[in-house]
């Protein structure tokens, strides 16, 4: 077994380690009691989030998970419905916050790629009647995790929240990598954000932060918000430390997600078509890369284990699907690496 330090690890971008340069500016951060108000590391990155969200304001949380569950409590009642694609980050790997702590319940529409139009929005919305729970929010994630990182045109953006608006409903994007998607689509994040009510961030996936994400809205949600932050436990002290990281990653790691998006495209390209693969190029849009393996090569867990014998770390997504995500620490020579070891596999004798 090769060593696992130094595995080309794809498993996921939130893999990334602070650099030796973010590090510095974490020792040198000044700091205060942020559940005092008085952080002015944290102020400054949460209003240079608002700014680059074009929202009045914003809160930095502990996880993705947190600005998500924050918008949902902030934006929803208990016995609430929300409308969301059944692929959603937020409804699938989010332990069933929206539930358990929002007290809301979830209506799926359909869509490819967790993409949908504003055609499936109004039949899901309940009828105003004793029956029935309000529907109150729709949630749409940019991009889609579980869509392959799939992108939102602005277009779609727009089309989706005029509807939602128009039916009484406030729009929360989950924008976990929302500046992955503004790279691919080659837009400012506001292009996206004017369109919805709240949207959450992370700094610690491409952006190579090791901690921390926001929530931006108006001022009276986002007031709402740091209120269920504390009661979740979310709202810390001296967190200027790492808020300077995310602040660092915003002012020196935007750029390159480009790098990060041209080695998927080229992991993707060198094993499109080798046999026992199954991959839409097309569908290689940010810095993610799924594909289906042959069940001649057994099952992707199996698969997957072979791969990290052979020093590639990656996830089983599905029963033959496999991930691959490029980020900060993965080079263009190593993403052409790890597409030499799946052919390497891959020629050895099915399982
Ligand atoms: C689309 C999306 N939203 C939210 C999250 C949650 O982020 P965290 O792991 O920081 O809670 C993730 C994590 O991968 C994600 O991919």
């Known amino acids: 077994m090769s060593n696992m330090n130094s595995a080309i690890d794809l498993r996921s971008d939130t893999v990334t380690t602070p650099t030796a340069a973010m590090r510095q500016v974490m020792a040198g951060a000044e700091v205060g009691d942020d559940v005092l108000g008085d952080e002015p590391t944290v102020i400054k990155l949460q209003n240079k989030a608002a700014a680059l969200l074009g929202k009045e304001a914003s809160v930095y949380v502990p996880s993705g998970t947190m600005a998500n569950l924050c918008g949902i409590c902030s934006q929803t009642r208990h016995g609430d419905e929300i409308i969301a694609h059944n692929e959603s980050h937020f409804y699938f790997y989010e332990t069933g916050g929206f539930a358990a702590v929002a007290g809301c319940s979830v209506r799926f529409v359909p869509?490819?790629?967790?993409?949908?139009?504003?055609?499936?929005?109004?039949?899901?919305?309940?009828?105003?009647?004793?029956?029935?729970?309000?529907?109150?929010?729709?949630?749409?994630?940019?991009?889609?995790?579980?869509?392959?990182?799939?992108?939102?045109?602005?277009?779609?953006?727009?089309?989706?929240?005029?509807?939602?608006?128009?039916?009484?409903?406030?729009?929360?994007?989950?924008?976990?990598?929302?500046?992955?998607?503004?790279?691919?689509?080659?837009?400012?994040?506001?292009?996206?954000?004017?369109?919805?009510?709240?949207?959450?961030?992370?700094?610690?996936?491409?952006?190579?932060?090791?901690?921390?994400?926001?929530?931006?809205?108006?001022?009276?949600?986002?007031?709402?918000?740091?209120?269920?932050?504390?009661?979740?436990?979310?709202?810390?002290?001296?967190?200027?430390?790492?808020?300077?990281?995310?602040?660092?990653?915003?002012?020196?790691?935007?750029?390159?997600?480009?790098?990060?998006?041209?080695?998927?495209?080229?992991?993707?390209?060198?094993?499109?078509?080798?046999?026992?693969?199954?991959?839409?190029?097309?569908?290689?849009?940010?810095?993610?890369?799924f594909f289906d393996v042959d069940p001649k090569w057994g099952p992707a867990k199996k698969f997957s284990k072979r791969l990290e014998r052979e020093g590639v770390r990656m996830f089983a997504t599905g029963p033959q699907r496999l991930r691959a995500v490029f980020h900060l620490q993965v080079s263009a020579e190593q993403a052409v690496r790890a597409a030499e070891v799946i052919g390497q596999v891959l020629a050895q004798t099915p399982a």
Request: with cysteine; aromatic share 6%; hydrophobic share 40%.
């Open 111 to 289: 869509g490819r790629r967790g993409i949908f139009g504003p055609e499936v929005i109004e039949p899901n919305v309940r009828p105003m009647q004793i029956h029935y729970p309000r529907t109150s929010l729709l949630i749409i994630e940019n991009t889609h995790n579980r869509g392959g990182g799939a992108v939102w045109k602005v277009d779609q953006v727009k089309a989706v929240c005029d509807q939602a608006h128009e039916l009484g409903l406030r729009v929360h994007m989950d924008g976990a990598r929302l500046l992955n998607a503004c790279t691919a689509a080659g837009v400012e994040p506001s292009a996206y954000t004017r369109y919805v009510d709240s949207v959450s961030m992370c700094f610690s996936k491409g952006l190579g932060a090791p901690v921390g994400s926001v929530l931006a809205s108006d001022e009276e949600t986002i007031q709402t918000a740091h209120h269920f932050r504390k009661m979740l436990g979310g709202t810390m002290r001296q967190s200027g430390v790492i808020a300077a990281a995310a602040i660092y990653a915003l002012e020196n790691h935007v750029k390159r997600l480009a790098d990060d998006h041209a080695n998927a495209k080229e992991f993707a390209r060198r094993i499109a078509d080798v046999p026992g693969i199954t991959l839409d190029l097309n569908d290689v849009e940010t810095n993610m890369v």
